[in-house]
């Protein structure tokens, strides 16, 4: 009904960057809250950033400074700009979306997943 497709990871050095996409399709009459969440090997996955469709941003502390969610509504497109990568950024970036179906009904909506790997 609603399919969220990511891209954009991959293995990047320790100060590197990268920019992650979130693409939604399907029966969509609108999109509410977006959001990137992560989970690292051994641990729960993780709220790193959202956004409001009025482009109100929410960050985890760990990531403030370094990491820009944004989003383009005509396009049903989130993005996930990260500089200053880390080693403990390492994890399966999830995206996430409060979608509003052509059938009025609210759903929650997530990706596949996208493997970020910080290392040298």
């Known amino acids: 009904q609603v399919q969220l497709v990511e891209s954009g990871g991959g293995l990047v050095q320790p100060g590197g960057s990268l920019r992650l996409s979130c693409a939604a399709s399907?029966?969509?009459?609108?999109?509410?809250?977006m959001g990137w969440y992560r989970q690292a090997p051994g641990k729960e996955r993780e709220l790193v950033a959202a956004i409001t469709r009025g482009d109100s941003t929410n960050y985890a502390d760990s990531v403030k400074g370094r990491f820009t969610i944004s989003r383009d509504n005509a396009k049903n497109t989130v993005y996930l700009q990260m500089i200053s990568l880390k080693p403990e950024d390492t994890a399966v970036y999830f995206c996430?979306?409060?979608?509003?179906?052509?059938?009025?009904?609210?759903?929650?909506?997530w990706g596949q997943g996208t493997q970020v790997t910080v290392s040298s």
């Open positions: 399907g029966s969509i009459f609108s999109i509410n809250d």
């Open positions: 996430n979306a409060q979608v509003i179906t052509t059938a009025r009904s609210q759903i929650t909506s």
